[in-house]
Every structure is written in structure tokens, then in C-alpha cells.
């Protein structure tokens, strides 16, 4: 990231090991949305933004299979479960490389 400038023209430096990078912030937005916690790494942005856009795609269907099928909802809840537990533990571990630098 680097250096960057406040509205009132103070530099500062944003990077992703400083104070304000929390290590428990990143799993729990993966956890919740999958994909932001990547984007609030900033290491994997690219992966950040598909996982993003894959969720609310999902999300769309998701809700959509629970009228149309609701013998199938339970096997899609379970598998977003899951995916989104593994995807905030890749998450955490990101973060914690991240903060060892």
C-alpha cells in the first residue's frame, strides 16, 4: 500500500502490519461475506473480489432455492457453512503472516 495522504494533506503510512490491521477482523468478515476479509488483507485482491461477487451470486440463489427446493436448502446451507468456516480460517492465517512482518 504505502504512503498515503489524510484529507488535510498529512502523510501517513498504510500499511498492512500497522495497529490497525486486527488478525481476528479478517475470518469474521470472511466468515459473514465471503471474500472481504481477503480485500481487507490486501494481498489477494483479485481472489478478494471474486469470492465477493461469487457470495452475492450465491446468496442470490441460495434464497431463491429455498422456495423453489426446499429439500435441497439444507445441502446448500451446509456447504456454504463450511466453505465460509475454511475460507475464515485462510482468513486468520493470511492475517497472521501478515502481522509476523
Avoid at 504512503?3 to 477482523?25: D, I, L, V, W, Y
Avoid at 475470518?27 to 465477493?52: C, D, Q, S, W
Avoid at 439444507?74 to 468456516?85: L, R
Amino acid at each position: 500500500m504505502g504512503e498515503m495522504r489524510h484529507a488535510r494533506g498529512c502523510k501517513f503510512n498504510a500499511t498492512r502490519n500497522s495497529p490497525g490491521h486486527s488478525e481476528q477482523f479478517s475470518p469474521e468478515l470472511n466468515f459473514f461475506l465471503m471474500g472481504a476479509g481477503t480485500l481487507y488483507n490486501g494481498k489477494r485482491k483479485a481472489v478478494g473480489i471474486a469470492l465477493t461477487v461469487g457470495a452475492i451470486l450465491l446468496t442470490y440463489v441460495e434464497l431463491n432455492l429455498q422456495s423453489a427446493a426446499p429439500s435441497l436448502f439444507p445441502i446448500m446451507f451446509t456447504a456454504v457453512f463450511i466453505i465460509n468456516a475454511l475460507l475464515a480460517y485462510d482468513g486468520y492465517m493470511e492475517a497472521k503472516a501478515i502481522s509476523a512482518r
